[in-house]
């Protein structure tokens, strides 16, 4: 499998893949990380140019630089794939960059068709922790601030699955906070259902913050069936009112999106409720799920009482009050006994 990787600078997306190289080899698979930075450094040496990362996007030739190294990249995987056809390619690059104020491309699309990635994963970060990362970069500290971090973020994510859709391949979203083991499922078994856990984060936080670590748990043993995207992988809107306006809008909106994404690129969505306080957003996500196709399953304990809004064949596929059940029902989706 052929996998491009995108996400802004401060995401550590390259910390991430390096990490699951081992986690493949684990399992009996190989792997190569083509990093698009060694090769731009490589490509400077031809050239006989110095290049660093401070001064990379202020190079008056950076698209012959990059010309030169994903001509490079090319050429080795094509031979790589010559010599073992089963070896898992992974090309770590920009989408584009917010630089100066400016967008500026960060990827030559001529390479496209060339490449032929066989899925796109656009990787995020919350945005407090890409802020922090930022300002510890030499190359970033004190360029950007919270709104355009939040805007290149959005700006990556669009140009990669626009990528994605011209050549009509699956794009993901996946958080760098997110369980390795989800991302080493979608490569070593493609076929794998996905499913997002939906759970009344705010809720559980405010009447029984202890559930959040049994909704984690619930969220680990789902990985040993399904790709599982948990959307307490992301905590954008943790520390959001020390923020100002225009920053917390763009929070709310983004946190909003970015769920409904995660629905969008799953198979099923599991929908574990165990208090009995109403949330808008998991009411938001169920309805989303329900009218975009997807089947959506809930677990929400019998003393409280079933709402109307989450009958079978309104907006939830089925629904459970015991949780033992529920997981067994789940597993035997992941086998595809659907009943």
């Keep these: 499998m052929k996998i491009l990787c995108t996400g802004i600078s401060g995401i550590q ?31 400077g040496k031809d050239l006989g140019q110095e290049i660093t990362k401070e001064k990379i996007l202020d190079q008056h030739n950076l698209d012959a630089l990059r010309a030169i190294a994903f001509e490079r990249i090319c050429n080795e995987i094509e031979n790589l794939l010559k010599k073992d056809k089963n070896i898992h390619i992974i090309i770590s690059t920009h989408a584009c960059f917010r630089w100066n104020k400016f967008l500026r491309s960060g990827f030559d699309v001529h390479y496209l068709n060339r490449i032929d990635p066989d899925i796109y994963v656009n990787f995020i970060d919350d945005v407090h922790r890409i802020n922090e990362n930022l300002s510890k970069d030499s190359q970033w500290a004190n360029r950007l601030n919270l709104e355009e971090i939040i805007t290149w973020r959005d700006e990556e994510m669009f140009i990669t699955e626009t990528l994605a859709m011209f050549q009509k391949k699956k794009f993901f979203l996946f958080a760098t906070c997110e369980n390795l083991s989800s991302l080493g499922a979608m490569i070593l078994h493609p076929e794998r259902k996905k499913i997002y856990l939906s759970f009344p984060i705010t809720a559980i936080q405010q009447e029984q913050p202890e559930l959040l670590e049994e909704a984690n748990a619930f969220a680990d043993g789902l990985r040993k069936d399904f790709i599982v995207f948990n959307p307490m992988s992301i905590k954008d809107l943790g520390g959001i009112d020390n923020q100002g306006n225009m920053v917390q809008k763009q929070l709310k909106a983004a946190t909003v999106w970015r769920d409904f994404k995660l629905i969008s690129q799953s198979d099923i969505v ?10 808008p957003g998991v009411n938001q996500e169920i309805m989303y799920a329900f009218t975009h196709g997807k089947d959506v399953y809930l677990y929400y304990p019998k003393p409280f009482g079933l709402s109307p809004f989450w009958d079978p064949e309104i907006a939830v596929t089925k629904s459970f009050d015991d949780l033992n059940d529920f997981k067994t029902y789940l597993k035997s989706l992941a086998n595809n006994k659907k009943k």
């Design 270 to 279: 599991a929908v574990y409720y165990p208090v009995e306080k109403n949330s």
């Design 13 to 43: 997306k390259l910390k991430y893949i390096e990490e699951l190289v081992p986690f493949l080899e684990k399992n009996g698979h190989k792997a190569k990380i083509f990093d698009t930075w060694e090769y731009l450094s490589l490509a």
